[in-house]
């Protein structure tokens, strides 16, 4: 949705749109209580963190408001490796991005 850049006639909508369709698939892998369906589900979920890597951080900081506390809720399940790597590293952008955490020199 944000590559097209000035295609959409309200891109305030579309990405409020985003933000909410995003927050309810991860509030709804949360609430899965069957291992079948939330391997069903892993590949949306995998395919929205490492989409969320590619944003500008002005974007990130945007969208990370919304699913960081889904994020935090995420950790305590019994997650994929590959889904835990790309959580992890959607967590060390925000510690390094709101200077919770020192960068490298």
């Known amino acids: 949705m944000y590559g097209k850049e000035g295609c959409c006639d309200g891109p305030d909508k579309v990405e409020t749109t985003l933000l909410q369709i995003c927050d309810e698939s991860l509030s709804y892998f949360h609430s ?3 291992e079948g369906h ?3 589900w892993t590949s949306v979920i995998l395919l929205l963190f490492t989409q969320l890597q590619n944003l500008s951080d002005d ?3 945007k ?3 919304v699913y960081y506390p889904h994020c935090c809720d995420l950790v305590a399940l019994d997650l994929k490796p590959e889904l835990r790597n ?3 590293r959607v967590l060390v952008r925000i510690g390094v ?3 919770v955490v020192a960068t490298s020199s």
Do not use: E, N, P, T
Request: hydrophobic fraction near 50%; glycine fraction near 6%.
């Open 38 to 40: 939330r391997d069903a």
């Open 86 to 88: 790309v959580l992890r």
């Open 32 to 34: 899965l209580k069957s």
């Open 59 to 61: 974007k990130f900081a």
């Open 63 to 65: 969208h990370v408001g």
């Open 97 to 99: 991005q709101f200077l």
